[in-house]
């Protein structure tokens, strides 16, 4: 596929770039979902905290200010309806259940240990560019539309199937980040947030290459991407001849673009997609008639569970265990109460 970018496409950068769960350090910029590296020293405590049921999330709406409280599972059932396809194959669904489970025990742990004063006093937002997706039953009510039942009923069988689970990594819920496809091979956390973590390394995902949308070229007008370029990166100073503007030094085994130079200054692929907004960091650059092209492979950071991987392992007859096991190397699954 490819598409055609103008200067009004920045204005909603942010909502072409899938929600990560609590990510671990920078991408491009500083507003990427950070837990700022907490891993090694987080300590995972017991429910201590009187003004929230332990069955339950506290969730601002960003649109009205609200804090509300809303059930664990009718909490987890709104992040999948939002995060992964309904059509998608019903293991597949409950690997994302657990995923967005996971994801939630860990916020509020971070909120309870490291309060965010922009949340007041909710565990996390429905803001899919700080926190993972999230609809309210009225909202999955107005995204189904007429197949709201069908949907639903969907979804709420596979989480209540997996609900009594998270997954840990030495006793804490883990960091269980997840994209929609990888470049066929998913991506280390550490060569995306600058830090290792055990369990999220690079892991087989071929499937993905056959999925929908997996090669993207996006085209630029030239005199943009100079613009752009010239106001993000500070002190840059590019040449008359565009081919020169952006040249990739290094790639991931992944395909992650690790150091690219533009300009005279190295950046990272992470900044690039964000600043023009492309699918992933997997990219090749080419110049024709006045545009730059982006050829993306992929979609979303890479690191984790693909989506369209944990669909084709469904398909396949993987169970969500096994699914979570393939995508979260040395993470447990346990049991909640």
Known sequence: MKKVLTVMIFLALSAVIPAVPTAIGKTGKASAKSDEIAV???????????????GSYRVLNCSSGVVSEVSVRDYVIGAVAAE??????????????????????????????S??????????????NKYQGFFTNEMIHHYFGENYDIHYKKIAAAVDEVLPYIMVYEDEPIIAAFHSMSSGKTESAENVWGA??????????????????YIEETEIDEQFVKTRLERVFEGIKLEEDPEKWLVIKKKSPSGTVLTAEAGGIEVTGGEIRETFGLRSAD?????????????????????????????????QGSTWREILEHYYSKAEIVGVS
């Open 84 to 113: 992964m396809p309904a059509s998608f194959e019903e293991e597949a669904l409950k690997a994302q259940a657990v995923a967005a489970h996971t994801y939630a025990e860990r916020q509020r742990e971070i909120q309870k240990k």
């Open 283 to 315: 990219f090749t650059v080419s110049c024709k008639d006045g545009k730059i092209i982006f050829t993306t492979r992929g979609y979303g950071h890479g690191v984790g569970m693909s989506q369209y991987g944990a669909n084709y392992m469904a398909q």
């Open 196 to 213: 290792a973590v055990e369990y999220l390394v690079p892991t087989d995902s071929e499937a993905d290459m056959e999925a929908p949308g």
């Open 40 to 54: 090694k020293e987080y300590i995972f405590e017991e429910e201590d905290d009187e003004t929230s049921a332990a």
């Open 115 to 128: 309060p965010d004063p922009a949340l007041g006093n909710a565990d996390f937002s429905d803001d899919p």
